[in-house]
């Protein structure tokens, strides 16, 4: 029987924005997160055009792994990490994203974190742009509604996998992509929000925008593979997705329906685009029906055939269902990106329903599409944890989780999914991206941080930590 490969690449997620701080060191720029307020579960986060005295920007310490990155991968080390997944902040190496020349303080301190991975033999698995688009693109261009900004990310592509040469092989253009699908991508990923102050959730939409910002960055991502891929033979790039399953609520074939409609323009459209090197023919009938005309030049159809992934990367937190009944709708809203509540699940404190199954169903769906090889770069339950009196933190409901969610990925590999590796979100708590919160923590690791701001900033190791060592030593073998 099939079982983890032997090269398996077990390990953890993170993002600059959610866990570096730093955010104004070194010549770095701000990008949209920096805008970014705290919020909570009833409480939207804002984004504000200008900086404000009087509101907290969590980002911007956020738990300072840019000073502590030594000692965070020595932890991750310990607990044998074969990789680690983060993202390399825009604002760092091209501060308004708009200048000829790097800045050298930014290249050098990623360099310096490449460079402590491997010396722990942990492989880099490296996120381009993770939501932190630099904010003078917004101001200029409305985000990736400019097409100048395929140029843009172009360039700054092209100077990091020229500058990290040898150093890392694993690459994603863009974090969770078919956000851009969604209302919520205006804000998170494409920054086309110039001159709007006010709650996330009350971004102005106009699907129009959206999607020609997303074929922005379709065929940036594809000159970015491209040239990686000329340039660079060693170097495997990958798209990422949210990939939220979903379910029809009934047999009604008309929930089918409207299932296998939603189901194609959020979870299948980009990755149709960037794995198969095209539009998908479905999309023809949604772009005439919601007013959507992409412009496209010259050359673009070809780039996108050019620049197809190497792999599929995917974050996996919970599913959905899609119902055509209006009362069901009303009564039963679902997780962040919408949806029907399953009665057959449970939720996190959250909201998010909690599905390990759907991960088993997903990744069976997806090889099935594109029989490439797959990666699960997020997952993992935000939990609010707390400390006893002798310093330990019993997080059993986390390793319950994960223990669930991994049994299932060994499921899939039986089924003869092609699954490359598993990095667990906030492998070390960070800021929640869409609270603002400490609270909702994902760690192995505990860091002293609060929702306010305060906190010393010490990491402490949860049960999980010496339950994940376990896993991992044994390759997915003991989840006990
Ligand atoms: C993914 C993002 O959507 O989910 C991460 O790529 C994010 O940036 C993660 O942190 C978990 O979401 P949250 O809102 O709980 O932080």
Sequence with gaps: MRTFREDFLWGGATAANQFEGAWNLDGKGDSVSDHFTNGTVDRPKEVTVKLEDDKFYPSREAIDFY??????????????????????????????????????????????????????????????????????????????????????????????????KGKVKYWLTFNEINSGTMPMGSVLSLGTIKGYSGPINKVPDDPAVRFQALHHQFVASAKAVKYAHDNYPEYKIGDMNIFATMYPYTCNPDDIIEWQKDNRMKNWFCSDVQVRGEYPSYSERYFEENGITIKKEAGDDEILKEGTVDFYTFSYYMSNCVSTDPEVNATSGGNLIGGVKNPYLKASDWGWQIDPKGLRISLNEIYGRYQIPLMVVENGLGAKDVIEEDGSIHDSYRIDYLRQHIAEMKEAVKDGVDLMGYTPWGCIDLVSASTGEMTKRYGFIYVEKYDDGTGSLARRKKDSFDWYKKVISTNGEDLA
Aim: with cysteine.
């Design 67 to 164: 000073h502590r990155y030594k000692e965070d991968i020595a932890l991750f080390a310990e607990m044998g990490f074969k990789c680690f997944r983060f993202s390399i902040a825009w604002t760092r190496i091209f501060p308004t994203g708009m200048e000829s020349e790097p800045n050298e303080a930014g290249l050098k301190f990623y360099e310096n974190v490449i460079d402590e991975c491997r010396k722990h033999n942990i492989e880099p698995l490296i996120t381009i742009s993770h939501y932190e688009l630099p904010y003078a693109l917004v101001e200029k261009y409305n985000g990736w509604a400019g097409r100048e900004l395929v140029d843009y990310y172009f360039n700054y592509c092209k100077t990091i996998f020229d500058r990290y």
